[in-house]
């Protein structure tokens, strides 16, 4: 696990390469390996820093501290000399979390229109490959590119949205590096010694010493993953052909989702599908003509007649397959699809159907079609190698120690909900525990969970509530901030495509937390204190900008649940007075408790006139009914 860098010539970590984005006004750290003793001088903007490796082959120096700029060249010499060009300097943001902070910018609402847009060459990002280490290692995989309309789509949307938005406001150069792994739990990013005060983490740790090799079972894995996803023995077969007897497969109907196939389970499958169909004298088989199949979720190779079609389109209804003029013909033809599914993919949906249209024709495709799921490489068992505690910090934010940062943007906490108690001590332990490593007290700026799922008719407790109340308490550490999303978020999806905003209202967290910004509104309104009067709660809130506000063309309040002596949650009834709110229901007597958007998905539409959502809260502390 660990590089062997004796006796080699001067190397630098992977993120220390062209296109890099250094830190500005701070000492920047450049460190590599050589062979032991020798001298490696680093030559970067007329400062020259010479430096002798130790034992094992490292070396580090610090270069002092340089203004925003670029493009500049750096040097690395010993036996051998290492020239890096394109870097800037600007401000440096760390960017991890699962999966919502993994979401790429291809995958955002309106990604084409967005990915078009997006030409900021001072803009660079780095995306770290996933790995995991039973120990701390030194290396990291990924390289520096700038955002383009070509490599944007790449790129975490939440850290694009992010790095544009500050970058639009300072007019500096921004660097982003990605570390972040779809499905990861909060105890693998933290650091061993972070978790020493966890009893539940104490026997995986004292495990990593002598037990399972975490990394060679992640890389047996993707290995088999890539063996999987690359298989062609189905084209090797001729399964493509027109003349492939396919006389013993079985029979299916459109749409195809492999897991109602009977052919997965949650996670997917190799599958080979066809269908024989007869055109005849009324289709104009020597027009361009456009093959439906509806919309898909998964990786689909469609061929007609043996000929693999090129083109695909991809609208709101669907995707359109470009069948050139002259691949069809009179009489018996056939439509072949290698489908490629990952995570509960698809293949049209219910109510679509499969189409052959061009300027002249129409022709729906109707009937059984053919599949087999034994021609292609199997796809290996999961193996969940992002649950272990340490696992990632060691393999993918180890190795950045110390680069300099400005700060770390985390979107994390999903996979954590159902141990929000733990949460409540584990986010800071993680927080403290790189601001340690680092040597630094880097502002923490963090995305509150957004809504999903539905909620139930009557007041209740959620664990999501709960994974947000613990996130909100982390506020107490210093140099933190929260973006709170509880209100762009999507009740069915877990990965909503609005990360637009996500971006904005970190950046905007960024220009209070970070840079200081004192006059900007940053924040949604904040609980801050009730009082019952006449048996209604009167709530009052800080930043509340330049006021509070209602959306309701009524003026009625929505999202509030408030409780009685019995401790049982009520809806709430309201109205805005100023900057407070007034809350009651005709049953309660002498109210003692609030809740506000306590919920998978609520319904609360109290925001401040800068459009800002009210921060979810509650002002009790009774035991939830699922600790």
């Known amino acids: 696990m660990f590089v062997n860098n004796a006796w080699c010539k001067v190397s630098?970590?992977?993120?220390?390469a062209d296109d890099m984005v250094l830190?500005?006004?701070?000492?920047?750290?450049?460190?590599?390996?050589?062979?032991?003793?020798e001298k490696v001088t680093v030559r970067f903007q007329?400062?020259?820093?010479?430096?002798?490796?130790?034992?094992?082959?490292?070396?580090?120096?610090?270069?002092?501290?340089?203004?925003?700029?670029?493009?500049?060249t750096m040097t690395l010499e010993g036996t051998n000399k290492l020239v890096f060009k394109d870097i800037l300097v600007g401000d440096?943001?760390?960017?991890?979390?699962?999966?919502?902070?993994?979401?790429?910018?291809?995958?955002?609402?309106?990604?084409?229109?967005?990915?078009?847009?997006?030409?900021?060459?001072?803009?660079?990002?780095?995306?770290?490959?996933?790995?995991?280490?039973?120990?701390?290692?030194?290396?990291?995989?990924?390289?520096?590119?700038?955002?383009?309309?070509?490599?944007?789509?790449?790129?975490?949307?939440?850290?694009?949205?992010?790095?544009?938005?500050?970058?639009?406001?300072?007019?500096?150069?921004?660097?982003?590096?990605?570390?972040?792994?779809?499905?990861?739990?909060?105890?693998?990013?933290?650091?061993?010694?972070?978790?020493?005060?966890?009893?539940?983490?104490?026997?995986?740790?004292?495990?990593?010493?002598?037990?399972?090799?975490?990394?060679?079972?992640?890389?047996?894995?993707?290995?088999?993953?890539?063996?999987?996803?690359?298989?062609?023995?189905?084209?090797?077969?001729?399964?493509?052909?027109?003349?492939?007897?396919?006389?013993?497969?079985?029979?299916?109907?459109?749409?195809?989702?492999?897991?109602?196939?009977?052919?997965?389970?949650?996670?997917?499958?190799?599958?080979?599908?066809?269908?024989?169909?007869?055109?005849?004298?009324?289709?104009?088989?020597?027009k361009k003509t456009s093959l439906f199949l509806g919309k898909t979720n998964g990786e689909i190779t469609v061929y007609v007649n043996g000929i693999e079609i090129q083109n695909r389109e991809e609208t709101l209804e669907g995707n359109w397959f470009v069948i050139p003029q002259n691949f069809l013909q009179k009489g018996e033809n056939q439509i072949a699809i290698k489908f490629l599914e990952i995570w509960s993919g698809n293949i049209g949906e219910l109510g679509q159907n499969v189409i052959l249209k061009n300027e002249d024709s129409y022709l729906k495709i109707d009937g059984k079609w053919k599949f087999n799921s034994k021609i292609e490489f199997p796809i290996p068992p999961y193996v969940s190698c992002n649950y272990t505690p340490s696992t990632i910090y060691n393999a993918m934010i180890s190795p950045l120690v110390p680069y300099a940062l400005k700060g770390i943007i985390w979107y994390q906490g999903e996979s954590n909900a159902d141990r929000a108690k733990q949460y409540q001590t584990l986010f800071p332990a993680l927080i403290e525990g790189w601001r340690k490593k680092w040597n630094s007290d880097f502002p923490f700026l963090f995305v509150q969970l957004a809504n999903f799922q539905p909620d139930k008719k009557q007041p209740t407790d959620y664990q999501w509530s709960a994974l947000r109340e613990a996130q909100q308490m982390t506020l107490k550490v210093p140099k933190t901030g929260m973006a709170v999303t509880i209100d762009i978020g999507d009740v069915n999806d877990i990965h909503p495509k609005n990360k637009q905003d996500v971006g904005k209202r970190l950046a905007l967290v960024a220009e209070k937390v970070i840079y200081g910004n004192n006059e900007i509104v940053y924040s949604g309104p904040t609980f801050k204190e009730f009082k019952t009067v006449n048996d209604s709660i009167v709530v009052e809130f800080t930043n509340v900008g330049t006021g509070l506000k209602v959306k309701d063309q009524y003026g009625y309040v929505k999202g509030f649940a408030i409780a009685g002596e019995d401790k049982v949650f009520k809806w709430a009834k309201g109205y805005q007075k100023g900057n407070t709110l007034i809350l009651y229901n005709e049953t309660i007597k002498n109210p003692t408790a609030v809740r506000y958007n306590w919920g998978n998905s609520p319904d609360g539409n109290i925001y401040n006139k800068e459009g800002l959502p009210a921060v979810p809260f509650r002002t009790d502390n009774y035991p939830l009914n699922f600790e």
């Open 12 to 16: 630098a970590p992977s993120f220390v």
């Open 23 to 37: 830190q500005r006004d701070v000492k920047l750290p450049i460190w590599g390996w050589a062979s032991p003793g």
């Open 46 to 72: 007329k400062q020259v820093k010479t430096a002798q490796t130790n034992k094992d082959g490292s070396w580090r120096i610090y270069l002092d501290p340089v203004s925003a700029g670029g493009p500049y």
């Open 92 to 286: 440096v943001f760390l960017a991890s979390g699962q999966s919502n902070m993994e979401f790429t910018t291809y995958s955002v609402n309106n990604s084409k229109d967005e990915m078009l847009k997006a030409d900021f060459p001072e803009i660079h990002y780095f995306r770290a490959g996933l790995n995991v280490a039973n120990k701390p290692i030194d290396t990291l995989s990924g390289q520096w590119k700038a955002v383009t309309p070509e490599t944007v789509g790449n790129l975490s949307g939440v850290a694009y949205f992010f790095a544009k938005e500050l970058y639009q406001k300072k007019k500096i150069p921004i660097g982003i590096i990605v570390c972040a792994w779809g499905g990861s739990v909060a105890e693998s990013w933290t650091n061993a010694e972070a978790l020493q005060s966890f009893p539940e983490f104490k026997k995986p740790l004292e495990d990593l010493k002598t037990g399972q090799d975490w990394h060679k079972t992640f890389t047996d894995y993707e290995k088999n993953l890539k063996a999987f996803k690359e298989s062609k023995q189905g084209l090797e077969k001729g399964a493509h052909q027109n003349n492939y007897a396919d006389g013993d497969w079985k029979e299916t109907e459109f749409p195809f989702e492999l897991k109602t196939m009977g052919l997965a389970d949650n996670y997917g499958n190799n599958v080979w599908i066809r269908k024989k169909f007869t055109i005849d004298s009324s289709f104009n088989v020597e």
